[in-house]
């Protein structure tokens, strides 16, 4: 089959490529037919919001969009837009490649003053997985809810739900799931997402479920019977296809196409070529349950380095950043920017050390994720109870 050879596969269930340099994002845009957000609108954003973008702008990290002027704009008119993002509850605890688009939407939230809309996808994991009951995965849903509802969202414009519990709930966001589902043949099901023949019939279904809440009339409660309500999806690009999919049925159902801004994949610690998966080799990845003592392990063991080597090498040819893991760590986890180019410049250099380098990653993640953890004890049922009941959100408008 042709994907054997391709040098990158990235779907929503699989990302991998042969590249030591990590995922070829140019070649994604073009296969996907996004567009990269440039410096221009970088700056736009900027002076709409009259405050500089959070790093993960700056640098790239989310790096890909479709239709984000149109959402700018409605800021700049002083219209109103919703978020929408969400989770598929496949594990107990989430790592740093989860907490991403979270922390990046949570930035959204608090920079445009919007209502939030954050679906957990417990039908879906059991509907992919081979041993995930459905029952638990609805209760990995809460216990994950609780990780994004530490992260600081507004109570009073987020709202979280399970899609076993919201569709047996809602006739509106059930009618648009039919009608989505109505104007996709299997065939499209098939060119866009790859099914065959043996996939349940479930899977197939699915990608309605998750275009539904890109459409402000699923919600009516939320959004106080305000139908058109525009809408603005962060996530990471593996993601795109459902969304590609919704916006090609918007038009035929009247509604309008859901905009998008794409991140890239935080690599897992052993190299480019693939991103940070829970199923995946633990070694792998960084939980935002594990203790200070297993970071700093599994860094100073697994992570992958660009640097020379041994230490002489080092000092003479200096280290590669495009292929160092916990350089790329940095650029998603620390916010200065000029220490940030300080490291890169003493790292390329040589005068900086892996082992240096790894402990300044090591002594951020410890900082990021003792913090989360502090945070997320302070997290109450009756909390999580609250932000996933269908209510009214707050409108700024
Ligand atoms: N399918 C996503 C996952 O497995 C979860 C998800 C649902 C999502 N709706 C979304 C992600 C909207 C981003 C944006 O993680």
Not at 24 to 34: A, N, P, T, V
Not at 194 to 211: E, H, L, M, R, Y
Not at 281 to 290: A, G, H, L, R, Y
Request: a neutral charge; aromatic letters at 12%; glycine letters at 6%.
């Amino acid at each position: 089959m042709a994907e054997e050879q391709s040098e990158q596969t990235v779907t929503p269930w699989e990302v991998f490529t042969k590249s030591e340099t990590g995922i070829d994002y140019d070649k994604l845009i073009r296969d996907f037919g996004s567009t990269r957000i440039d410096e221009a609108l970088i700056n736009r954003i900027e002076k709409a919001t009259e405050k500089p973008v959070h790093h993960h702008l700056r640098r790239g990290v989310f790096f890909s969009m479709r239709d984000l002027e149109t959402i700018l704009t409605l800021y700049e008119q002083k219209k109103p837009f919703f978020l929408y993002t969400g989770r598929g509850p496949s594990s107990e605890a989430l790592h740093l490649g989860h907490l991403i688009p979270f922390i990046f939407t949570k930035w959204l939230q608090d920079t445009f003053d919007v209502p939030l809309v954050i679906q957990m996808t417990d039908d879906e994991k059991f509907l992919v997985k081979d041993n995930l009951p459905l029952e638990e995965a609805n209760r990995l849903a809460h216990e994950n809810a609780k990780d994004i509802i530490a992260l600081g969202f507004d109570i009073n414009k987020t709202f979280i739900f399970s899609d076993v519990e919201y569709i047996s709930f809602s006739r509106d966001f059930y009618m648009n799931m039919c009608k989505i589902q109505k104007h996709v043949t299997f065939n499209q099901a098939k060119g866009i997402f790859g099914f065959g023949p043996s996939d349940n019939v479930g899977k197939i279904c699915f990608p309605a479920t998750q275009a539904a809440p890109s459409f402000s009339s699923s919600f009516p409660e939320i959004f106080h019977g305000n139908k058109d309500v525009p809408c603005l999806i962060p996530c990471a690009i593996d993601q795109d296809p459902y969304f590609r999919m919704a916006r090609d049925v918007a038009p035929k159902l009247g509604y309008q196409k859901p905009a998008l801004i794409h991140s890239t994949f935080i690599p897992g610690l052993r190299g480019m070529q693939s991103k940070m998966d829970a199923s995946g080799d633990p070694n792998s990845v960084i939980f935002v349950t594990d203790s200070d003592e297993q970071i700093s392990n599994k860094i100073k063991k697994y992570a992958y380095s660009g640097g020379g080597t041994t230490a002489e090498e080092h000092k003479k040819t200096g280290g590669d950043c495009g292929k160092d893991v916990s350089y790329q760590y940095l650029t998603f986890f620390m916010e200065d920017d000029s220490k940030l180019e300080q490291i890169k410049q003493n790292y390329t250099s040589g005068k900086l050390s892996t082992g240096d380098l790894k402990a300044e990653l090591i002594s951020v993640l410890q900082k990021l994720i003792s913090g989360h953890r502090q945070k997320r004890e302070r997290v109450t049922d009756l909390m999580v109870k609250k932000f996933m009941s269908p209510r009214k959100l707050n409108y700024p408008y």
